[in-house]
């Protein structure tokens, strides 16, 4: 029999001899597992035992597969018994060739699984059960799934992605082979990987020496990056940058290169230091005037710079003393008079930064220097000088101080905490929303480590996220912040890593996830429980049920079922309107909520019909409670109608029924209370 093609219809008769079997299936590495017709494990194989989790095959034998097995289709939506198609392959006698779906394992974590099932046939050729073999494929999924998206991105990359396997080219991308002026990539594939380049690079070394050198590095470290003069095939070079990575495959490591043309970048950065050469013998004459004044004549002589300073063409201007004080900013003249009366009658230097108003009424800053010469007695003769436009500098000061204001303001208004740690993780700057969350002041927290203010069992991941941001430049943990009052907050916490004057640290953010984890919990909530009567709803009681069964078949306990509709419900939306009608189902939800006992489930079933599961109740006292809650609806007061009945049946559960069953007896037992004229209780 072969587990993994096709199935053929089975016979007791064609079963090789039973210890050759087991032994056969024990040593497939393919899960195999047989049902009877009631969905009930027969037997299992070893793997199939290690795939669900099984501590061993005794302890689900004889147990019902679907329940313990979470069958679900490939969205994760559970399949009810009647659509399940390991059930389906028992009521068509057809096998299933093939299907992917998901399962769950006793420990509750998820796998894919590819299915093949098969069913068994007793001598009369009659359907007793079926043989179920079962392959996890999460692996494999996910592994195509990887590949597809990286030889996606593989294709699309705009820089050329060559891969070798020390040797030769083994597969390259489009880009590659624009790069290299080829015609396809076959023109490539199968050169040695420094063949694409000239025999020697600029240092002199051999082309190929050097590629063997940068493999064996790649190899060891993991990457490499370096510049490369590179070749393409019509002998044209160009010089590149080069990223050498090992990629582990499973057959072994090959080399990936991603190459990238770089000659743009070359001839800008060469324009670069030329014009920053350029730029620097220009800032030295250019930017800075010089002026020079003869007290005694009061004329003052200025470079060609200075006018431009001052907005002013010396062709038609002959400056003097008096002139320059009116260009000074009126609120600064004071200053600028006492600087120069007190260089000549004192050290003979000034040095200030002022304002001045340009012949077209705008505003500048300059820097000013000054020093007196003398005469041989020792007056004051010349003064000399240097003017700087430092408008622009000034204006980036401001700025960048208002920025670096405006950061701080930004990082102390941010409703996440912040903070910066050295490499230690010892935290050297943070917000005040840190302090004021764990209720340290500032002093409390400088010089200890950042986990000490983490939940005690959350500070081995965080320590452990704390190190892979710094090794590896980003990462992310959720941990619990412990709070002023000793309670821990649910944090979400991400980081980075950054240099500064060569020190590496991590800086980082915190938000609080007490909100989203109360959302969820109310999504939660509401995914399970009726919105109109708060009760659960089907797929919830569902649930419940499908435990309250295994439990009754682990421990041999007993529970029952109730399920009731309203009489006449149709007519009271008819009459009243739907809006009474949902007041009557509300109203209805909290009438018979008040009558049960708080170890009962009270749901909606569906419109107007509930659910009432009792555990550890047998079908006598199970009636009685169901007739109780009937004479508790009669009495009550609905809005609207104000009096109304319901219809209940009563069944109890019957050891080794399956689900499906169950809720058919319970449901033709209500309906027989209909047909027996409404308001009563029949148990089945």
Known sequence: MSVTGHYAELSPATLPDHDLSRMLLDNLATGVFGIDRAGRFTFLNQAAIRLFGFATPEAVLGKESHSLTCHANDLGIRYHESDCPIYRVM????????????????????????????PLRDSQGEV??????????????????????????????????????????????????????????TDLIGRHPGGCSPEFQPDGRLSREAVNAYTKQALAEGSVAYEWLCQALDGRTFPSEVMLSRVD???????????????????????????????????????????????????????DEVYRIFGVQPANFSPNYSDFLRFVHP??????????DHALSGPGDYDLEHRILRADGSQRTIHQRGRIVRDPTGRPARMRGTVQDVTERRALEDQLRYERDLGERVLEGLPAIFFLLDAGGRPIRWNRNLETVIGVPADGIGGHRAIECVEPGDRHRVAAAIQKTLNEGSGDVEAGLVSRNGWPIPYYFTGNRVELANEVFLVGFGVDLSERRRLELELERQASHDRLTGLYNRWKFEEALNLETERARRYRTEFSLVMFDIDWFKEVNDTYGHDVGDAVLRKMAEVVGQQIRRTDILARWGGEEFMILLSETGLEHA??????????????????????????????????ETISTLLKRVDKAMYQAKERGRDCTVAA
Do not use: M
């Open 249 to 303: 495959l499973p057959e072994g490591p090959i080399l990936q290169a991603v190459i990238r043309d770089i000659t743009d970048r070359q001839v800008a950065e060469q324009a670069l230091r030329r014009s920053e050469s350029e730029l620097a013998a220009a800032q030295e004459i250019a930017q800075l005037g010089n002026w020079a004044w003869d007290i005694a004549s009061g004329t003052i002589a200025w470079s």
């Open 623 to 656: 009636t009685h409670l169901a007739e109780a809650t009937r004479v508790r609806v009669a009495q009550a007061d609905f809005p609207g109608p104000g009096q109304l009945t319901i219809s209940l049946g009563v069944t109890q559960y019957l050891q080794g």
């Open 128 to 185: 007793c059960g079926a043989v179920v073999a079962i392959e996890d494929i999460t692996d494999r999924l996910f592994r195509e799934r990887t590949l597809a998206q990286y030889k996606a991105v593989f294709e699309a990359a705009r820089d050329a992605i060559v891969l070798h396997d020390q040797r030769v080219i083994v597969h390259c991308n489009p880009s590659s082979v624009a790069l290299f002026g080829a015609q396809a990539p």
């Open 331 to 340: 609120s600064d003249r004071e200053r600028i008079t006492t600087a120069i």
């Open 91 to 118: 009521s068509t006698g057809k096998p299933l060739e093939s299907g992917t779906d998901s399962f769950r394992r006793v420990d509750g974590s998820p796998f894919f699984a590819q299915v093949h099932a098969a």
